[in-house]
């Protein structure tokens, strides 16, 4: 449990809650038995419940996932007080570490601490969306590296790839669409707790627009996505059609040219070529003539 006081605010967060912090929760907070009841196992959706004199936020931070190259959903429990923001999670959470690193600055710390508990959850908040913007960063990585291969004659290696990133993006736009319903929620529900300061309506609209802003992100990403998967789908089609074409030229110019030799060969009494003087010579000129002129033909159509 990691606790931060400041201004008479208090940031409260657990990592890994166990039973003993949950009795803890009821022996000093006024919290119903069934929020209590839905702090440890997952729930099963994002929302956000009003009580008399406290908000209930189950919302889930997009973590991205090295070894499995996606991006997973990490659930965050939220129970906001007039005077407490309480953090309970059962997965670590990288944004709320550095959040904490950063309150060690006395400046930071008491900005932070400077208003109401609406203004330090919109903080908190607001570094989350922040870290899982700069996560981008590797989406957009990818897809330049993606891009860069195609055109360079590695576009059958590519299919993978544009399908893992593609999970990528759309495991992470599954994981923040909510959050644009919860942030209208709290919006709405700010004046249960916050009546008095009609400011703090203007940060959860600010968390709004930078909701809009991360999903126009991950959108153009998306279309990028689709757009080069499209283009790596007709390279390929084209160097298909290419070695077919290649081939099927091939085939028309070797079956008339064996089909000559094979008739000149045969050995009968009425053979006008077979025995006499370089005859094998005369064959395989007759060959070659044949194969030019067919090369002659597909030009003239312009096939080659």
Do not use: C
Not at 248 to 271: D, H, K, R
């Amino acid at each position: 449990m990691n606790t931060i006081t400041e201004n008479n605010l208090t940031w409260i967060d657990i990592e890994k809650p166990t039973h003993k912090d949950i009795e803890w929760l009821r022996a000093n907070f006024n919290f119903h038995p069934i929020t209590l009841g839905e702090l440890i196992p997952p729930s099963k959706r994002e929302k956000v419940e009003q009580f008399n004199d406290y908000l209930f936020l189950v919302m889930y931070a997009p973590i991205y996932q090295l070894k499995k190259r996606t991006t997973e959903p990490v659930e965050l429990d939220v129970l906001i007080t007039k005077s407490h923001v309480i953090t309970l999670h059962n997965e670590h959470i990288e944004p709320l570490n550095i959040f904490s690193e950063s309150l060690k600055k006395i400046e930071m710390k008491r900005r932070i601490f400077s208003a109401t508990s609406g203004h330090l959850l919109y903080f908190i908040i607001e570094d989350i969306l922040s870290f899982a913007e700069r996560q981008l960063a590797h989406i957009s990585k990818n897809i330049s590296m993606i891009e860069d291969n195609i055109f360079k004659n590695i576009s059958r290696d590519m299919i993978k790839e544009v399908s893992t990133i593609k999970r990528d993006v759309l495991d992470f736009r599954m994981t923040i669409r909510p959050l644009y319903r919860i942030f209208n929620s709290l919006h709405e529900k700010s004046h249960i707790l916050w009546s008095d300061d009609m400011d703090i309506k203007v940060y959860f609209t600010d968390l709004i627009g930078d909701y809009n802003r991360l999903w126009h992100e991950i959108d153009n990403y998306a279309d990028t996505l689709d757009a080069l998967e499209k283009t790596n789908i007709n390279l390929i089609n084209d160097k298909t059609n290419t070695i077919v074409k290649t081939f099927t030229i091939m085939s028309f110019l070797t079956f008339p040219a064996m089909l000559v030799a094979t008739i000149l060969q045969i050995n009968t009494g009425t053979n006008p070529i077979l025995g006499r003087q370089n005859d094998f010579w005369i064959i395989l000129g007759i060959v070659v003539i044949t194969i030019l002129v067919m090369l002659t033909y597909f030009k003239t159509r312009k096939w080659l």
